[in-house]
């Protein structure tokens, strides 16, 4: 049963949801369709650890737990991530939340950030140890697995590491693939000793290194310049313009903070302090 306080908050968060309806469609000429009896959840079918159509990712779990706040039913308008994600989701109305999205993107409106992680560096345990930045030398003349275009690769090429970089396409298209994600594809290559070494986005890399059947070592890279940047803030993406929804959801995301850094740990995504180059503690953040 629900108590006075938590029927409140509902109350409040469904007003906001009615609100946004006349704030949000006038704002962006877009249908402004945010339901206040389902949370309806823009996902990636085939993206683990983030989001799976059997809703065991760790941003499925998250998902739950703000359906649960809001006391709401939870629904997804599946699309596998790649260009035209954001444009073929909210904005056409057919759901109305990004679970995860870089904090401050020009794609969306954020909300309040609710983790910050970085990039890391994955080698096989044993091989490599001691390894905390990407400077260090004995990564020269090494075959290291990175996505094509994302941070690490401009810092790798600083390094002189670009010639036995093995860059992968940031798209895996193809229905016939072995693995469901690239970075998958990397982690698995990593495991065969197809290459050397993998710098991957930390909250892929923990859970696909421990699920490879390989002993891997994932340390963030926590020492590289500021530019380019290893770590960023993630935050959840509504439509441009849905003020109110956004403040209910960061209303829903201070509220379950703890469980929400819960589900995070259990799924080994790096958590970094809200400031400091630094992993966070339990509790800490």
Request: contains cysteine; charged residues 25%.
């Amino acid at each position: 049963m629900s108590s006075p306080a938590s029927s409140f908050t509902r109350t409040l968060a469904l007003c906001a949801l009615s609100m946004t309806v006349a704030q949000g469609a006038a704002a962006q000429h877009l249908p402004d369709t945010v339901t206040t009896d389902v949370l309806r959840v823009c996902g990636d079918p085939g993206n683990m650890p983030f989001s799976e159509r059997k809703e065991d990712g760790f941003e499925n779990k998250i998902a739950a737990i703000i359906a649960d706040e809001l006391k709401v039913k939870l629904r997804y308008y599946w699309l596998t991530q790649g260009p035209g994600f954001v444009r073929n989701t909210l904005g056409t109305g057919l759901c109305d939340l990004i679970i995860g999205q870089a904090f401050g993107s020009d794609l969306v409106q954020t909300t309040n950030p609710y983790y910050r992680s970085s990039y890391t560096l994955v080698t096989r345990a044993g091989e490599l140890d001691g390894i905390t930045a990407l400077d260090d030398p004995r990564l020269k003349g090494k075959a290291i697995g990175v996505i094509a275009g994302t941070p690490p690769v401009n810092r790798m090429g600083d390094l002189g590491l670009v010639s036995t970089m093995k860059a992968y396409a940031p798209y895996q298209l193809d229905p016939s693939r072995k693995f469901q994600t690239v970075g998958a594809e990397i982690i698995g290559a990593l495991a065969a000793k197809d290459i050397d070494a993998a710098v991957l986005w930390g909250p892929a890399a923990g859970w696909l290194a421990k699920q490879s059947g390989t002993p891997m070592t994932v340390v963030p890279l926590l020492k590289e310049p500021p530019r380019p940047p290893m770590a960023y803030r993630i935050a959840m993406g509504v439509r441009l313009g849905e003020n109110d929804w956004k403040r209910s959801l960061n209303t829903v995301l201070r509220k379950r903070k703890a469980d929400i850094d819960k589900v995070l740990r259990e799924y080994d995504v790096p958590l970094l302090d809200d400031e400091e180059s630094k992993l966070a503690e339990p509790n800490e953040r």
